[in-house]
């Protein structure tokens, strides 16, 4: 009996830390985004998935702007009002945002970095911020992933 209650905590340990790794500071980050076993890539598609953050961050953010702020700061609103402004007449079109989302998370040391702020990037990159100030992002990005 002590033999299976010490391996099924054993198991439950690993479990845990395991799914830890895709998520950081509560948000599914691009460990979960390129790993093929996770829950996010055997539940949805990569398209999908980002529907579902987008939502979740929108509904955040009409409920209450300082709990939105509180769970992720570097947050790029203006950048996606830039973008909307840029061409009204063309819906953001979310498989190119997946395919640059995957391009970042081509760099392992972005893995840690939530899909929120992949997107927020991706947005940027489309809404002509300059690479400079993408990677100056990108570093507060992964500053705030590793704290």
């Not at 300082?66 to 609103?77: A, H, Y």
Request: aromatic residues 8%.
């Amino acid at each position: 009996m002590k033999m299976i209650l010490t391996i099924t905590l054993l198991l439950l340990a690993f479990s845990v830390s395991a799914q830890d790794k895709f998520y950081t500071k509560g948000l599914v980050n691009g460990y979960a985004w390129t790993d093929k076993n996770s829950t996010m890539a055997l539940t949805y598609s990569k398209t999908e998935s980002l529907g579902a953050i987008l939502e979740r961050r929108n509904s955040l953010s009409q409920q209450n702007t300082d709990l939105n702020k509180s769970s992720f700061p570097l947050d790029c609103e203006s950048d996606i009002i830039t973008l909307d402004k840029l061409d009204k007449s063309k819906p953001i079109d979310i498989d190119v945002i997946v395919k640059m989302i995957d391009e970042f998370y081509a760099k392992k040391e972005n893995l840690i970095i939530p899909v929120l702020g992949a997107y927020c990037c991706s947005v940027k990159k489309l809404s002509g911020v300059s690479p400079e100030e993408i990677e100056k992002y990108r570093t507060k990005l992964f500053e705030y992933s590793k704290n």
